[in-house]
């Protein structure tokens, strides 16, 4: 009997599981067939009570397989089929050893092809199809995290899936990006020792299903190093045969495009058996059953009750193994292109120094450039001509906000110099080039209320249109994601804030002793700075040091332990951490959740943020009115008691934002994170940042 392959999943024209079933059942019924004038000719020889012991196992096959046939004919997938399959077995293999060893090697014939696809998606089949298999599986791995919504079959474990899904989109930015890796040109590196991921039942296999793994991670780790680690180009001394389906129409004319369809599709006609031919085992299946059917009043000789794994662990044992050396393969590869071909640590580095007021030179020029009164302004004005030394001059302009060319004028500069600028010897280096993923200054987009805010000079809110741009270049931007430059977005947003506030009580301290030097100083007005320039300078150090800075420090020792385990022996790769291009992002994205939670960012911090808010906007009420109006109108009995009000205002402000923070470290600051690796500090940094507002309880004891 022929029967036709169906061409469901790409050019490959390989069995689906469908088909594969089907011809399994078949070639068991042959068996069954070739079996009947053997079960005839013991009739005649047995007695006649010995009938019914001679057809029993023909006839529980045959129910058996009428019972698989029934519950699998439903499917619409063959994730559906291979799952009722799967459970099928389990079922009517409970009943004898003998039914169990023939169900179990049936089993194995119907998931070969799914498997295949599986060993694609991962690189341990050749992935040169035209259209490639492994596209038709990308759809599985959506709606995985409900167990409700699992569309694998189970005998595929979550671990196993998780490594699958993200080996698989490992190896495509690896073959994006650095086609000529040993791991990208499977099958075209001849020194490779082959694998595949195929059922295994017995306890012997156990030890030989390890050796094949090690024997394959041997393979690839010998083509590796045979180009000093890190590339094999494929050898073109001969020259590259191309079947039907390696053809790219992209790469080839139009005629002969037709020409290898037209070939193909004569091919399809052909007899199946022309072309695939069986391989020797291909027949293992009938010579089992016949041999357990013929032999029917025998004990179970053919299956060692013993030997044999459970089948709910046997895909522990023949699967796991070659997808875990699989994926630290790729991992591995993955990380060496983004560490050494791409600079990963150069572009976080950029992160930290700009989005984060990391670099010092940078933070200090654009505080100058912003707020600086003493500098000229980049107002356009008729008939008048601009100095070197230009600013945008917050609080003491009569316009605001400034135009996108007063911005560009300003800041662009100073994005150049800070990076191209070398602390070690003081050299600028040539800037013959652009920043590192395009930086620069750009305009925030708003929302019509937030533009509103923006309006106000004396706002908090002041600044919040002027943001960075940066755009990670491919395959960085799987490490630096839209997510995490959200986040970055955010905290520059807010150290912007800060770095306002800290240049406002510097500002306000020097007005004040500029004043004591003439006159006494006025009591009220007098604490009222030292408290404002307290609490400023003590959340500026906390967000700097703490927030930002332990938070990041903890990233770098994480970024150091991989680049470590990246510089050893790849030999010793067993003993190396797993950690791969997600987990990498994955380090990456909790540091930010931290950061962002210990900045008081967080959703659910919106009250908190919010109480910060009125204290910065109170202090800097208190700081214009301090420059602008001097302290001699701060005397008058009006002004005075609106003074004194804004004054017990903001402490009550200040007690209500201690109050909550002592609230989130009781509770533990960081409980919610999702990886406990980078949880080093716990809720210490919020308790840090109360001992340095409130050492002897100022504000707590306040009636």
Not at 60 to 84: F, G, H, M, P, R
Not at 290 to 313: H, K
Not at 609 to 637: N, P, Q, Y
Request: hydrophobic fraction near 35%; include cysteine; charge should be negative.
């Amino acid at each position: 009997m022929s029967i036709s392959p169906r061409h469901s999943r790409s050019l490959n024209q390989i069995w689906d599981v469908k088909e594969e079933s089907e011809k399994s059942i078949f070639r068991d019924l042959d068996a069954l067939g070739a079996i009947s004038p053997k079960t005839a000719a013991l009739i005649k020889e047995r007695h006649a009570n010995n009938m019914t012991r001679s057809t029993a196992r023909p006839a529980q096959v045959i129910a058996s397989l009428t019972s698989i046939v029934a519950a699998t004919c439903a499917a619409t997938t063959d994730e559906e089929l291979l799952q009722c399959f799967y459970d099928q077995v389990q079922d009517k293999g409970a009943s004898a050893s003998w039914l169990s060893h023939i169900l179990r090697e049936l089993l194995a014939r119907v998931s070969k092809p799914w498997l295949e696809q599986i060993g694609t998606c991962i690189g341990l089949v050749a992935r040169n199809c035209l259209i490639e298999s492994r596209n038709s599986l990308d759809n599985l791995f959506a709606s995985q995290d409900s167990t409700s919504n699992r569309r694998i079959p189970n005998f595929i474990s979550n671990a196993d899936l998780e490594t699958i899904r993200q080996t698989s989109e490992s190896l495509d930015l690896l073959e994006s990006h650095l086609p000529n890796h040993v791991l990208a040109q499977y099958g075209s590196v001849p020194c490779i020792q082959a694998s595949e991921l195929q059922w295994h039942f017995g306890e012997e296999d156990i030890e030989r299903i390890q050796a094949k793994a090690k024997q394959y991670e041997a393979s690839v780790l010998n083509a590796i190093n045979a180009n000093n680690d890190t590339l094999l180009v494929v050898s073109s001394s001969k020259p590259t045969t191309y079947s039907l389906v390696d053809v790219t129409p992209f790469e080839v004319s139009e005629d002969a495009t037709e020409a290898q369809f037209n070939a193909s599709y004569l091919t399809c006609k052909e007899p199946v058996d022309e072309i695939f031919p069986e391989a020797e085992n291909d027949h293992y299946l009938e010579t089992v059953l016949s041999a357990i059917l013929t032999n029917s009043t025998a004990a179970d000789t053919e299956e060692n009750p013993q030997s044999a794994l459970p089948l709910t662990i046997s895909p522990l044992f023949s699967f796991s193994p070659i997808i875990s050396i699989q994926a630290r393969l790729v991992n591995r590869a993955c990380l060496q292109m983004l560490f050494r071909d791409h600079q990963l640590r150069s572009h976080l580095s950029l992160q930290r120094r700009y989005y984060l007021f990391g670099d010092g030179m940078f933070a200090s020029c654009l505080s100058h450039a912003l707020f600086d009164a003493e500098l000229e302004s980049a107002e356009r004005r008729s008939g008048h001509s601009w100095s070197e030394a230009l600013g945008l001059k917050l609080g003491s302009r009569n316009t605001w906000p400034p135009t996108s060319s007063e911005i560009q004028l300003v800041l662009t500069g100073i994005l150049e110099e800070t990076y191209y600028y070398q602390a070690h010897d003081g050299d600028i280096l040539p800037r013959d080039r652009d920043l590192p993923g395009g930086l620069s200054f750009a305009i925030r987009d708003l929302f019509e209320d937030e533009l509103q805010r923006c309006l106000d000079p004396s706002s908090i809110a002041a600044l919040d249109f002027l943001r960075l741009r940066y755009s990670p270049p491919p395959p960085l931007d799987s490490i630096i994601t839209q997510s995490c430059l959200d986040k970055y977005d955010a905290i520059f947003k807010l150290l912007l804030r800060m770095a306002r506030m800290l240049y406002v009580v510097n500002q306000l301290s020097r007005h004040s002793i500029s004043r004591s030097r003439s006159k006494r100083p006025d009591p009220l007005v007098q604490r009222y700075h030292l408290e404002a320039y307290h609490f400023v300078s003590s959340i500026s150090t906390y967000f700097l040091n703490i927030a930002v800075g332990a938070n990041w420090e903890v990233f770098e020792q994480k970024l150091d332990e991989v680049e470590h385990d990246l510089d050893q022996d790849q030999s010793r790769l067993e003993s190396s951490r797993p950690d791969g291009l997600h987990q990498l992002q994955e380090y990456h994205e909790c540091m930010l959740d931290r950061m962002m939670y210990a900045l008081f960012l967080r959703k659910r911090q919106e009250h908190l943020m919010k109480l910060l808010d009125d204290i910065f906007g109170a202090v800097l009420c208190f700081a214009r009115s301090c420059t602008v109006g001097g302290i001699r109108d701060l005397r008058v009995d009006n002004t005075g008691m609106e003074l004194k009000e804004q004054y017990q205002s903001f402490r009550k402000n200040v007690k209500g934002f201690i109050s909550v923070c002592g609230g989130l470290a009781d509770n533990g600051a960081h409980g919610s994170m999702r990886n406990k690796s980078l949880d080093k500090s716990g809720s210490s940094s919020l308790k840090h940042l109360l001992l340095t507002l409130e050492m002897n309880g100022y504000y707590s004891l306040q009636q």
